[in-house]
Structures are given as C-alpha cells and as structure tokens.
C-alpha cells in the first residue's frame, strides 16, 4: 500500500513536471491497446488524435533534454526486423522504444538468417518464441506486415511494406502539420512526384483525408495510380495548380529502385518540371511548409535552397518521428501512459 501510494506520487510528480496538465488522463473511448498497426485506410479519425495527442506529450519529455528513459515498456521486447534500406524509419524506432524503457534489438536482412533463405514466416515465429511483444517490420513486399499478423500473435508495426503503406511516416506528418499550423481540418496539402510507388503518399492520402484536409496530387503521368479510389482528392496534370495556394508541400522522393526505366524522359526534365524551388514556392501561400520524408534526391525532386529554407519542417519531421513512434509503441503495447 505504500509502495503504491510512493508511485502514485511519484507519477503525479512527474506528470506535474512533464506536462502541468492531465498527464495521466486516458481516451477511455478509443485505444490501440494490443492491436497491429498495418495500415491508416482502418484508422478511425478519433485514433489518429489519440497518437498525436501522445505524441505531443512524448515530445515534452523528449525536449526536456534530461533522462528520457521512462519505465512504461519495462519488460516489453520489441524487435525491429527490416528487409529494406532505412535510417531515420529504424533509428528513431529503436529510440523511442528504448526511451521508454523496452528491450529493443534491431535485425538486419543481410546479416541474419534471412541470406540463407529463411522464409518471412519462419524468421518471425523464430523472433516470437524468443519472447518478443512487438515486431517493427519493413519489407519491399505489399501485405508482408499483415501477412505477419496472421503468422504471429506479438503487435505488428508496419514500417513500411512495398508501395502500400507507411502509417508511422503519415503519423509524423500530420504530427508535424499540426505543430506548425495549429490545426489540419481544411488545410490544402499538395503531394508532389512519385505518387504510384509512394507508400508514404498511399498513408498520407488516407490520413490526411481522414482529418479533413484538402489532397492535391501532381507528378508525372506515369507517376500518378491509374485508379484513383479516395475521396477528397484532386489529381493535377499540371504541378502549377497543385501548389498554387498551397499550406502544406510534401515532396516524394523519386522511387528508383521501384521503378521500371523509363518512366520519366530524364532526371533534368524531372527536376525542370516537377522539382520544388524557390520559384515554384511563389505560387504556394506565403507561409507554406515543406515537407520531405527523406532521404532526398537533392537537385532532382528538391533543391538544396528549398530543403535549408525557412519554411522547411523536414528536420523537424525527423524528430517528431521518434514522438509518434513513442506514441504508437505506448499505445499498442501499454494503452497509453498510465
Ligand atoms: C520513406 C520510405 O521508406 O518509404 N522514407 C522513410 O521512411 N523515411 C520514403 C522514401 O524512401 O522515399
């Protein structure tokens, strides 16, 4: 009874201290607690408030430039396993586990079993009877994270599978939206470049919508889905009226290693008529933000000038990376702060 009484106050020390307001306080109604998060398309809008919400308050703690270890996910263990490229999506999962106090490993394609032809079913009930509460996963395959639910009972997170979907990328846009603009309902957010191969543009799309704002897609034509099945969204032929008043540019990466040659006539041609620079930006409000999910092709979807300008958030886009991902490992793994 003591003891319980010393981390109540303990708790309302540190909720005083982190936040001043109602640290503790639980969305009794929406909660993530125990669930896989593959894709935003099954998000409910009260859901996405709920992570940024969080992510909010993991931001506090993470500002605060002290210990930033907590002790939410002591005992949990959380696996990253990617079978593709990353650095910002891989290094800012391991942290936010690790901040909140988990066990976290990282596995990597081409240094695990995976080279000698483990199947994905079998690398993942291997990682489960280890003990793992949760598989951060990325794959170049669509379906591959939720082929994993079906193959493992620990939490999914998907990290990023194929063309399909990249949640936590979303998540930390609009993170990042909200932060600067204050709100996200009725925003105009335009998506420039490589639509067709962007997983991030997939997950955008469906969040974005979801949070009433306004989605205006450009690239070129090879470049844009041939079927287009959201609602709230407008395809551009021309780049000029996608961005033309414009409170949000999220500039795409050219996906080249998802592509077949010829898609575009050449990277110059590219970049004079899709590329965002300082010129371009005239035609957005003045206050536009950009955003880039990184990495860049620098010159060719994105100058340098644009990247280092004021109006660029993609470095904050970074560090709100390692909040939303805190928030999502909490939510799903813990139910949110206690
Ligand atoms: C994105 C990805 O992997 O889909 N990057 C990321 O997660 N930071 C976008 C990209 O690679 O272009």
């Given at each position: 009874?003591?003891?319980?009484?010393?981390?109540?106050?303990?708790?309302?020390?540190?909720?005083?201290?982190?936040?001043?307001?109602?640290?503790?306080?639980?969305?009794?109604?929406?909660?993530?607690?125990?669930?896989?998060?593959?894709?935003?398309?099954?998000?409910?809008?009260?859901?996405?408030?709920?992570?940024?919400?969080?992510?909010?308050?993991?931001?506090?703690?993470?500002?605060?430039?002290?210990?930033?270890?907590?002790?939410?996910l002591r005992g949990k263990a959380i696996?990253?396993?990617?079978?593709?490229?990353?650095?910002?999506?891989?290094?800012?999962?391991?942290?936010?586990?690790?901040?909140?106090?988990?066990?976290?490993?990282?596995?990597?394609?081409?240094?695990?079993?995976?080279?000698?032809?483990?199947?994905?079913?079998?690398?993942?009930?291997?990682?489960?009877?280890?003990?793992?509460?949760?598989?951060?996963?990325?794959?170049?395959?669509?379906?591959?994270?939720?082929?994993?639910?079906?193959?493992?009972?620990?939490i999914i997170i998907n990290a990023g599978?194929?063309?399909?979907?990249?949640?936590?990328?979303?998540?930390?846009?609009?993170?990042?939206?909200?932060?600067?603009?204050?709100?996200?309902?009725?925003?105009?957010?335009?998506?420039?470049?490589?639509?067709?191969?962007?997983?991030?543009?997939?997950?955008?799309?469906?969040?974005?919508?979801?949070?009433?704002?306004?989605?205006?897609?450009?690239?070129?034509?090879?470049?844009?889905?041939?079927?287009?099945?959201?609602?709230?969204?407008?395809?551009?032929?021309?780049?000029?009226?996608?961005?033309?008043?414009?409170?949000?540019?999220?500039?795409?990466?050219?996906?080249?290693?998802?592509?077949?040659?010829?898609?575009?006539?050449?990277?110059?041609?590219?970049?004079?008529?899709?590329?965002?620079?300082?010129?371009?930006?005239?035609?957005?409000?003045?206050?536009?933000?950009?955003?880039?999910?990184?990495?860049?092709?620098?010159?060719?979807?994105?100058?340098?000038?644009?990247?280092?300008?004021?109006?660029?958030?993609?470095?904050?886009?970074?560090?709100?990376?390692?909040?939303?991902?805190?928030?999502?490992?909490?939510?799903?793994?813990?139910?949110?702060?206690?």
């Amino acid at each position: 009874m003591a003891l319980a009484k010393l981390l109540f106050f303990c708790i309302i020390d540190k909720k005083i201290y982190v936040e001043g307001v109602s640290f503790l306080e639980r969305d009794s109604a929406t909660s993530l607690f125990g669930k896989s998060v593959v894709a935003l398309k099954n998000f409910s809008s009260e859901e996405i408030h709920l992570v940024l919400n969080t992510a909010r308050k993991m931001k506090q703690i993470i500002k605060l430039g002290g210990d930033k270890k907590l002790s939410n996910l002591r005992g949990k263990a959380i696996v990253n396993l990617f079978y593709e490229p990353s650095t910002r999506t891989r290094t800012s999962f391991e942290l936010a586990g690790k901040y909140l106090g988990a066990d976290v490993v990282s596995i990597n394609s081409s240094t695990s079993s995976i080279v000698k032809g483990e199947s994905l079913r079998d690398t993942l009930r291997t990682i489960e009877a280890m003990g793992v509460d949760a598989i951060v996963m990325r794959h170049k395959s669509e379906g591959a994270a939720d082929f994993a639910t079906r193959a493992v009972k620990s939490i999914i997170i998907n990290a990023g599978d194929g063309a399909h979907a990249h949640p936590s990328q979303a998540l930390l846009d609009l993170f990042t939206i909200e932060q600067h603009k204050g709100r996200l309902a009725g925003l105009k957010v335009a998506i420039i470049g490589d639509i067709l191969h962007s997983r991030v543009a997939r997950s955008d799309i469906y969040a974005m919508t979801k949070m009433g704002m306004e989605v205006h897609l450009a690239g070129p034509k090879t470049l844009l889905p041939r079927f287009f099945e959201f609602d709230g969204v407008t395809v551009h032929e021309e780049i000029d009226t996608a961005i033309k008043n414009a409170d949000v540019i999220n500039v795409l990466r050219i996906q080249l290693e998802r592509q077949q040659a010829g898609l575009f006539p050449s990277t110059r041609e590219y970049s004079r008529v899709f590329g965002i620079n300082k010129d371009k930006l005239r035609l957005a409000k003045e206050d536009v933000l950009i955003l880039h999910p990184g990495p860049q092709n620098k010159g060719l979807e994105i100058s340098s000038e644009v990247t280092y300008c004021s109006n660029s958030a993609i470095k904050d886009q970074v560090q709100n990376g390692v909040a939303v991902r805190m928030a999502l490992l909490d939510l799903t793994l813990n139910g949110g702060t206690k």
